[in-house]
């Protein structure tokens, strides 16, 4: 069973960065996507960037040039760098993991394509 855990949200000012990680136990998967999500409350959870497991990765198109995935391989923990943060950017954000990929080309960016998730960190920016 997959299990995830986020770390590395906070406070920051506009214009400022953060790195987000998700370390993953119990992936043994040769076939995946693994993603970040993002939720306001009272509003769906929006997918940000996605990456399978050839590399290959997804990035919504409103945090594209802001919003980075990459995963260390070694460790199983993947990343999202956020950079230009913006007060819009407030939200928890969310590690997710689909093991169960049954179509082909990019990772998709919607909630309902993922079976793991973890228990979301906090990322507030000011202005």
């Known amino acids: 069973q997959v299990q995830l855990v986020e770390s590395g949200g906070g406070s920051v000012q506009a214009g400022g960065s953060l790195r987000l990680s998700c370390a993953a136990s119990?992936?043994?998967?040769?076939?995946?996507?693994l993603s970040w999500f993002r939720q306001i409350p009272g509003k769906e959870r929006e997918g940000l960037a996605a990456?399978?497991?050839?590399?290959?990765?997804s990035v919504r198109g409103s945090v594209r040039g802001r919003f980075t995935i990459s995963k260390d391989n070694a460790k199983n923990i993947w990343y999202l760098q956020m950079s230009s943060l913006e007060p819009e950017d407030t939200a928890m954000y969310y590690c997710?993991?689909?093991?169960?990929?049954?179509?082909?080309?990019?990772?998709?960016?919607?909630?309902?394509?993922?079976?793991?998730w973890g228990q979301g960190t906090q990322v507030t920016v000011s202005s």
């Open positions: 997710a993991a689909d093991t169960e990929r049954s179509y082909s080309g990019s990772c998709a960016l919607h909630f309902g394509e993922y079976q793991s």
């Open positions: 119990g992936f043994t998967y040769s076939k995946y996507c």
């Open positions: 990456l399978d497991n050839e590399g290959l990765s």
